[in-house]
């Protein structure tokens, strides 16, 4: 087996060979650009284009002409929120969004904010839920844009999208879903799931980085946008720039893919996870799931080990690729805010661990996780004080802690 | 993030990991940081005279937050509490090279000691029933 291992699917996947396969003859010999229309090369890099554009729309039920591309999610949410929000000012500038939505929603929000429009960021359930009550009590009359997660990229959680798009299409309220980690893991379709606009990213789904699209809504209703790039008028005028045409072939190759192994990938992911967690939750105590076991994607586990500290046990699992919820990184010393949101407690939020399943993951590699997880967390509990002391039957939340600010606590 | 080798070998082979009797009188600990800011220390020295004869140490925290410790532990073996009192946390990110978002790991340490000196020179004065081996002040 080929060390080191990768676990951190949410982060990113690997390229599919199939997906490469097809990308190859556009960055040579089918090199144009789809936008010159007086010879054969961008004639035929336009056909590749549409084809593309063709199986995107097919995986998420939509109309090849409402997918609009991008250089990735954040580049689409931007587009999504500023767009709607600059064009339908007038109309009202109040947003609705969540705590535990991705960095590129939540500081687009706050940059709007900036200028003057107001946003609600609903706080989930403990499970990292929104729920259609929680939306429909933040709407009001100068309400012009709910934008919520379809699935949470932290613990996996789903929201209820269908529900809070039926909500929104009775409240004439437009309603856009980063599917970034939802897209080719879980059925996603516009029309039945009342969605207006979504994004979703390549590289998420075995397909190359630095290619994604935003699917804006052409009927019921029409959805209109201010551009967010100026330019050559590319993408119905919604996004100048010459097409990344091998990008765009490698999209639709990979949600090609999806479509067609949807419901296999889904199994395979889910099988594999469930048993890591069945084997560990056996072999270890105080390990706690973050998000909602019911609600969540087939490809993620977020777990805490209590009394054990995130980055230390990714440093003791080496060869097992993963990311934390700790913020041990980080100067802020801020454990995540889907976390935090959540109702999580720092402390469990400094022991979380993001493990992700893919469509290459094997069994072999899961039983490698294991064994390294429970003897990396058992060997670091024996280096733990907390441990020792819950041990020893102390409460550790009647401790008076000191701060560990420079100086403070030497008393 | 890469990590030097010397933070590396202390978290691979952490030196004197355990506890002793805190309720000894030879005995001073100190337990410094909060499970909310992702370290919690556990220092404690055994002292003859004015000397510390044995140290060690329990952590809760990053890799660098397990190594500020255990070398911590492995410093102040020896010296009297006079010389453990001098130890700066700028000589242990030397030691370490921690980069600057893991200088408060050197800081906790240096805490640490402290704390477990103090812990030991109130017991000795007969001043504390209540060792601070719950993190500081009630």
Redesign the interface.
Known sequence: MKLPIYFDFQATTPLDPRVLEAMIPYFTEDFGNAASRSHAFGWKAEEAVETARGRIASLIGASPKEIVFTSGSTESINLAIKGVAEMYAEKGRHIVTSQVEHKAVLDTCKHLEKLGFEVTYLKPTKKGRVTVEMVEGALRPDTILVALLWANNEVGTLNPIREIGDLCHRKGVLFFSDATQAVGKIPVDVEKDHVDLLCLSGHKIYGPKGVGCLYVRRKNPRVRLVAQIDGGGHERGMRSGTLNVPGVVGLGKACELCQQDLAKDAAHTSALRDDFEKRLFAALDHVHLNGDPEHRLPNNSNLSFS??????LI??IKDVAVSSG??????S?E?SHVLRAMGV???LA?SSIRFGFGRFTTKEQVDYAVEHVVQAVKRLR???????MVQEG?D?SK?????????A??? | MAYSDKVIDHYNNPRNVGSFDKSKLDVGTGVVGAPECGDVMKLQIQVDGDRIVDAKFKTFGCGSAIASSSLATEWIKGKTLDEAMKIRNTQIVEELSLPPVKIHCSVLAEDAIKSAIQDYKSKKAGGSSNPPARGGTQ
Not at chain 1, 307 to 312: A, L, N, Q, R, T
Not at chain 1, 382 to 388: A, C, G, R, T
């Open positions: 009394y054990v500290e995130g980055e230390s440093m003791g700790s913020a041990c990184t980080s100067a010393l454990p407690g720092d402390e400094h024996e280096l733990s004080p907390l441990y020792e102390v550790l401790i008076d802690w000191t701060s560990h600010q420079p100086g606590a030497r008393g």
